[in-house]
């Protein structure tokens, strides 16, 4: 099989890619990412020579890569593509609505005109909007998005939907809880926390950080992608979680814990605007048709997490810094073996 992964140098996507070459090693990835500011080839320096392994920097919007790659033996996409900070499209709504909504219908484009086997639209739990203090949401339930963010992800799924039944593509959604693990970019909670708390800098929690979020180890999700890959059914949707339901104040405490920081890094700022309460799904679907459920506890994660950044502060740092871009520009885009 030859997949089509797009975001692959970003945090999830860049698992993905590592853990498709090492579980099939007959299969065949082209990675296409435009290394926006998440995207790091330093995710992927390990894979970065196997034979198996291509990458392209380019941008889903543009339909000549998409259709070059696309029409070159490509069995299968998996659509991480997106731009995914909450607080950044509160900022600039406008490049979500571009990359997440139509960046997705270039690619189901060329997945209708390549006659491809699988589309995997990977989702968020956020499109869902925000949960009371009971319950959790099944894939039947409406699309309520609070954010500039999750409406662009909710609009993409509902195109993706669009072309299921209008086109027969044979498409999938998947929607997933909050990721964490190896390699994530530090703006997000846990690493950015992680990382402040290495060097004793306050951890900014939003309003009373009662904020309650279902957390998955990264590589639990590469599981549940891969089995919807191979076993999913076209036209559905499968919700993915880590059965691992946290306030931020209980994620950063364990964070502090592992450390062995004083709770004194704690510092209370501003709410965001609207801030959802709570996310929690109902995953008994993807459990009982396909057979998956999440294998990491919230603390052997969280142990596991921590760990990594505390021996790769290399990585991290060079993000923090700002170095990386500069050193993208001088080394990869020079590199005969990338193209795009």
Known sequence: MKILITGGAGFIGSNFVRYILSKYPSYRVVN???????????????????????FVRGDICDSDVVNRIAGDGVDAIVHFAAESHV??????????????????????????????????QVSTDEVYGSLGKEGSFKETYPLLPNSPYSASKASADLLVRSYFETFGCPAIITRCTNNYGPYQFPEKLIPLFVTNALFDQQLPIYGDGLYVRDWIFVEDHCRALDVVLHKGKAGEIYNMGGENERTNLEITHMILGKLSKPETLLKHVKDRPAHDRRYALDCSKIKSELGWKPETSLEEGISRTVDWYVANQAWWQKIKSGEYV????????????YRG
């Open 32 to 54: 296409l990412d435009k290394l926006t500011y998440a995207g790091n080839l330093d995710n992927l320096s390990d894979v970065e020579d196997h034979a198996n392994y291509e």
């Open 87 to 120: 607080d950044r499209s509160i900022d600039d709504p406008a490049i979500f609505v571009k990359t997440n909504v139509l960046g997705t219908q270039v690619l189901l484009e060329s997945v209708v005109k390549f006659k491809l086997k699988r589309f995997l």
């Open 326 to 337: 500069e050193y993208y520009e001088k080394h990869y885009l020079r590199r005969e073996s």
